[in-house]
């Protein structure tokens, strides 16, 4: 059926909604743009009106008006997801779940919380019980905890918990279908998988519960050596001392840290490898020990004892997508690929991945773990010549055995493991059934022949205006 925007929007009048034109299109916008490819293809996508509720009832009242006037729904947090996320491809409405942001309860070892509250004023709370978020992304201060569980995969506490979809990271979802009327769902146990990194194509999450861990006040670090492999090498030994607490392991190869952080760079030599460390203070000595038998090892910034004379800030804004962040204010040209190395010898298929394609790619290492082992993963930074060129070099590292998840693609398939999740598909088929929920994102509900041999477009996605 065709969309009846106005009637919508009057049908909904009644709730905090925006029809503004540039405001729109503002709150319809991620951090796409840090693909060139995905800028090229999406820079024009705006929705149609927003709506930002304030009550689970009227997140089920949006969902029941738009599926009855065939409007499409994208839902978004603050937006700052890099994959095209929260692009409305087909315009209609986008439902901004910013105003749902209460923190319900806390309770040892766990807390229940809305999707639109910010990570920095969750892990706040949390901290006034002694406890602390296991994970959250470098966007830690403006980024939501519902846009992180419905679009992040990871981040800073990685390298001690695993990723977001290991068991136990996520305990309990609440899901509102899109339906003639809205169902209202508890998702715990395999069922997560359902909706968790869907992006929101098959339900709403109005809802969430997840493991805490005791706070610490966290020993933020740079630690210089010789050059990248002695860097690699000290990062993840380090990770796998199991008795050394730590939350963040990043590895820069030279000239990041040299060219892009400019508070870091006139500490660093030229060459140098540079790593970024969380360290938990009851650690430190373990820490000095191992770092001891590390020789090029040097500590240049401690964030409890170092004076700079300028503050470079959390040390976790410097990793995971900062890094890219940090490196395109200085050089628009770039752009990232997001690897996965994994667990099995990651470090000799990151030599090699380095010997094809340095200084074209330049390594940005996370530690993290994986299946119970310390793992690699990269969020390389690219310098961007042309789309085929970029293309090339994913298909060689994918040739040498590195797993892309390409961040120049908008789908759900293509940024992961391009393949089909059977559960999210069979889910979306019950909650969805007219497939009005960020429409476009999930190849296999539009095209489930697709055989990943180039880009998808889908063919709903709105013209450019001429």
Not at 117 to 124: N, P, R, V
Not at 422 to 431: G, I, M, N
């Amino acid at each position: 059926m065709t969309a009846d925007i106005e009637a919508c929007k009057a049908a909904l009048a009644h709730l905090e909604m925006d029809v503004n034109p540039v405001s729109v299109k503002a709150k319809s916008r991620d951090f796409f743009w840090y693909s060139p490819v995905l800028k090229a293809r999406l820079d024009h996508v705006s929705a149609d009106f927003v709506v930002a509720p304030r009550t689970e009832a009227e997140v089920i009242e949006v969902l029941r008006t738009c599926y009855r006037f065939g409007v499409p729904v994208t839902t978004r947090g603050t937006g700052t997801g890099n994959y095209g996320q929260a692009m409305p491809l087909a315009g209609g409405c986008v439902l901004h779940l910013h105003r749902m942001n209460a923190v319900r309860a806390i309770h040892p070892g766990r807390v229940v919380v809305e999707p639109g509250c910010l990570l920095k004023d969750l892990d706040a709370a949390c901290n006034e019980t002694g406890q602390e978020i296991r994970m959250f992304s470098s966007t830690w201060a403006t980024a939501t905890i519902g846009g992180f569980v419905a679009g992040g995969s990871g981040g800073v506490g990685s390298v001690r918990w695993g990723s977001l979809r290991d068991l136990g990271n996520i305990l309990r979802l609440r899901v509102v279908t899109m339906e003639e009327e809205p169902r209202v769902l508890e998702f715990t146990g395999e069922e997560l998988h359902r909706v968790s990194h869907a992006y929101g194509t098959n339900g709403i999450i109005t809802e969430i519960e997840i493991p805490l861990a005791p706070a610490y006040d966290w020993v933020g670090m740079f630690v210089a050596l010789d050059d990248f492999p002695a860097a690699m090498a000290y990062a993840y030994g380090l990770a796998g001392e199991d008795g050394i607490l730590i939350k963040l392991a990043t590895v820069f190869e030279a000239p990041i840290a040299q060219d892009y952080f400019q508070r870091v760079a006139p500490h660093v030599a030229p060459g140098q490898g540079v790593v970024a460390l969380m360290v938990a203070p009851h650690a430190l000595p373990g820490f000095q020990t191992f770092t001891a038998r590390h020789p090029g090892a040097r500590v240049i910034y401690r964030s409890d004892s170092s004076a700079w004379e300028r503050d470079p800030g959390h040390v976790f804004e410097y990793a995971w997508n900062h890094t890219t962040l940090r490196a395109l204010k200085v050089d628009p040209s770039i752009t990232y690929l997001q690897v996965g190395y994994g667990n099995e010898d990651p470090m000799a298929l990151v030599e090699q991945v380095r010997a094809r394609f340095s200084p074209e790619v330049l390594q940005h290492l996370e530690v993290t773990r994986m299946g119970g082992k310390v793992a690699l993963g990269g969020l390389s930074l690219v310098k961007f010549t042309t789309e085929a060129r970029l293309d090339e070099i994913v298909r060689e590292h994918e040739a040498m055995g590195a797993m892309v998840f390409n961040p120049h693609r908008y789908t759900l398939e293509e940024g992961g493991r391009q393949a089909v999740d059977d559960r999210q598909l069979a889910f979306k088929r019950e909650a969805d059934p007219k497939g009005l929920l960020n429409p476009g994102k999930m190849i296999a509900w539009d095209d489930p022949d697709w055989r990943y041999d180039r880009m998808y477009a889908w063919p709903g996605l709105m013209r450019a205006a001429e």
